[in-house]
């Protein structure tokens, strides 16, 4: 079982930067990928990023290649998700989840999720 709750979101201006945290509970986080999605209101959920266990290995949507990055530190039981050059169409509500498998990008394979936090991009 594992418990994830994000962190970080806020308000910022287009091009601007924003750092979000995963942190998680529980004794196998390290054994898990972890996936980064969002959700803007009316549409659907949507694969951003995501890492393998060891953090050696990440995946991104295009939409947000060379833009965003994600990390982890397993000792720290944390997932990161680097956002810079934000741009408005990136506001949405951001949620960490994670899966035995690398990489996935369907929400619905996913096997534990966080409850999201909120980014808005405007000036």
């Known amino acids: 079982q594992v418990q994830l709750v994000e962190s970080g979101g806020g308000l910022v201006q287009p091009g601007g930067s924003l750092r979000l945290s995963c942190a998680a509970s529980?004794?196998?986080?390290?054994?898990?990928?972890m996936g980064w999605f969002r959700q803007a209101p009316g549409k659907e959920r949507e694969f951003v990023g995501a890492i393998n266990w060891s953090g050696g290995n990440t995946y991104y949507a295009d939409s947000v290649k060379g833009r965003f990055t994600i990390s982890r530190d397993n000792a720290k039981n944390t997932v990161y998700l680097q956002m810079n050059s934000l741009k408005p169409e990136d506001t949405a509500v951001y949620y960490c989840?994670?899966?035995?498998?690398?990489?996935?990008?369907?929400?619905?394979?996913?096997?534990?999720w966080g409850q999201g936090t909120q980014v808005t991009v405007s000036s």
């Open positions: 529980g004794r196998t986080f390290s054994r898990y990928a």
């Open positions: 989840a994670a899966i035995w498998s690398f990489p996935i990008t369907a929400a619905t394979m996913y096997d534990y």
